[in-house]
């Protein structure tokens, strides 16, 4: 399944209630990024926590003021790509299909300064319930990994990797 997030709430009077989620950690492991979330898109997981879980039949709206909010589509599909470093690496990743019509990236710190190794993650919205192909490089040790490959993340929630570090050109394998 894909990766779910625990739902935190800021109570303004007994009346407004509103939800959010913490995605990334940087220096001190701070929150990188705070989502506001939609109440329609809160779920109740097996042990009674509010969380949201990607993709989420949602998209991505940015206020004027520069807030980020995430609410209800069913045009649109929300997935959390996520690339992990090796031990005192670094990763980074493009999309390469479909085209994201809104791409919220985020770090998160292995330590408390990152010097253990700084993976990376990116909250992406698409139109319409199409799988997204995204290729990844990342350094450090790796125990084994690959350093490069391509990793579909799949409407249902699964993702599959593609390692291409044997492979000097994609174009050969077409024919």
């Known amino acids: 399944m894909g990766k779910t997030y625990q739902v935190k709430t800021k109570q303004i009077d007994s009346e407004s209630k ?91 710190y292995r330590s408390e300064r990152g010097s253990l190794g700084v993976s990376v993650g990116a909250l992406v919205t698409v139109q319409g319930e199409r799988p997204v192909k995204v290729k990844y490089k990342r350094s450090g040790r790796l125990y084994g990994s690959a350093p490069e490959g391509i990793r579909i993340y799949r409407p249902d929630g699964e993702s599959e990797d593609i390692e291409i570090s044997d492979v000097a050109d994609l174009e050969d394998l077409k024919a």
């Not at 989620?21 to 997981?45: A, Y």
């Not at 470093?85 to 985020?106: D, H, Q, S, W």
């Open 18 to 108: 509103f939800y959010y989620i913490e995605i990334g950690k940087q220096q001190f492991f701070k929150p990188h990024r705070i989502v506001w979330v939609s109440p329609r898109l809160v779920e109740k997981n097996d042990k009674g926590e509010e969380v949201v879980e990607f993709p989420a039949k949602a998209k991505i709206t940015i206020t004027e003021k520069g807030t980020i909010k995430l609410v209800p589509s069913d045009t649109h599909l929300t997935y959390d790509i996520f690339i992990s470093c090796g031990y005192r690496g670094g990763a980074k990743f493009e999309v390469l299909e479909p085209e994201t019509e809104a791409m919220i990236n985020y770090v998160e």
